[in-house]
């Protein structure tokens, strides 16, 4: 193949676009994009994509449910990653609401806050912005950022050592408190709910798997979140999303996710779940697979699925299968198969290091492009710190 033939198949598949939902506003979808080669905010409205933000943005907030518009942030020096705060709206609208010069880590709202973690040459430092006045409430370590807001309560993630992660209650008033349920554990607190927080935390199961857990303000105390389907038990996870608003669980285990409503198996592709919402009858989610590239899709309460946002150029690169080596350790490894190859064929061995980060079952530019060079890959998931290579 020629070299122009091979760069023009690159960039056919670089510019397949990747999709995460996001949530809703006022049960219209919202969602991230990367259609058109930038990074954006569109919603589905009246079954047509609209694009909400005019130029790439840095970072969406979450959508609230009741409200039609979403805070984002914008990189405004050139790469620097130094944001302002925007906002956009259901009818394509968007303005810059406040310019603070730091680079944002974490930005939640609701009808009368937007908070987010700041960071600059002079710290980090926990902001607020009411009636349009900015606010610099307290300072902070310099790992922390904003999850959620509401009703002069704010949440985030905080780390203060290595080999945890805390998370923060704060207030307008410039009150910042660092919480644990447990000293060492890993937590994400995520949503306010009442006088409820929200969190995933490894605490009953150090280093091993997550739960939700709500954390009572009032009392001081955690109660883990139960579900009444059992579909979720069963499943075992080692990571776990939870809205309580509409009552979704992404769990995740072996590389891959799947989708739960109140605990009850949802019926979705294999791979990975990026985000998920409800809207009346049906439940929207973002998927993609190694072989698949990110669609969106909505299913009904029969099962019934169809893709609502999708790529024009449709890819099935071959089959995935997960197995474990043993060795001293288990090491888990994606076999992929490409369906554009001989049997028996080239084959590529990938070592991606840990322990932080894996290579589950989603798109990936890195490993497509090797499928479509018409290879078959064997993929190596080592809990190695630090190394990533290719062998072939």
Not at 372 to 382: A, C, E, F, G, M
Request: hydrophobic fraction near 35%; charged fraction near 25%; proline fraction near 5%.
């Amino acid at each position: 193949m020629e070299y122009s033939e091979i760069v023009k198949e690159l960039e056919r598949l670089v510019k397949i676009p990747t999709y995460y939902v996001l949530g809703k506003l006022k049960d219209n979808l919202v969602f991230y994009s990367t259609t058109q080669g930038e990074t954006n905010i569109s919603a589905l409205i009246d079954g047509k994509i609209i694009r909400l933000t005019k130029e790439p943005i840095a970072m969406p907030s979450t959508p609230k449910a009741n409200l039609d518009f979403l805070p984002f942030t914008r990189d405004v020096e050139r790469g620097k990653e130094v944001h302002s705060v925007y906002i956009c709206n259901l009818k394509g609208e968007e303005y810059e609401l406040t310019s603070p010069k730091v680079r944002i880590m974490g930005l939640a709202y609701d009808d009368k806050t937007i908070a987010f973690v700041g960071s600059s040459n002079d710290g980090a430092f926990l902001y607020a912005v009411e009636g349009g006045k900015l606010s610099r409430l307290s300072q902070v370590p310099p790992f922390s950022f904003v999850t959620d807001v509401e009703n002069g309560l704010i949440t985030g993630v905080v780390q203060v050592n290595p080999k945890s992660q805390e998370f923060f209650i704060a207030n307008l008033n410039g009150e910042f408190k660092i919480l644990t349920p447990k000293k060492d554990s890993v937590n994400v607190s995520y949503r306010i709910k009442g006088d409820k927080i929200y969190i995933s935390s490894d605490y009953e199961n150090p280093g091993e798997s997550y739960w939700v857990y709500t954390y009572d303000i009032n009392s001081n105390s955690y109660e883990r979140v139960n579900f009444p389907e059992k579909d979720i038990y069963e499943y075992k996870p080692v990571e776990i999303f939870y809205d309580p608003d509409d009552n979704l669980i992404i769990g995740k285990r072996d590389g891959r996710s799947k989708l739960f409503l109140n605990g009850k198996l949802v019926d979705t592709p294999h791979g990975t779940i990026s985000g998920a919402t409800k809207i009346g009858d049906y439940i929207y989610f973002s998927h993609s697979s190694l072989v698949s590239p990110y669609k969106v899709y909505r299913v009904n309460i029969k099962g019934e699925r169809e893709v609502v946002v999708g790529n024009e150029l449709e890819l099935n690169l071959g089959e995935v299968e997960y197995i474990k080596i043993k060795s001293e350790v288990e090491v888990p490894t994606w076999i992929i198969k490409s369906n554009r190859g001989r049997v028996p064929g080239i084959g590529i061995v990938y070592v991606h290091g840990g322990p932080w980060s894996d290579v589950d079952d989603s798109w990936n530019l890195l490993i497509c492009v090797l499928l479509d060079r018409k290879y078959s890959i064997t993929l190596l998931i080592l809990n190695i710190n630090l190394i990533q290579s290719i062998y072939i």
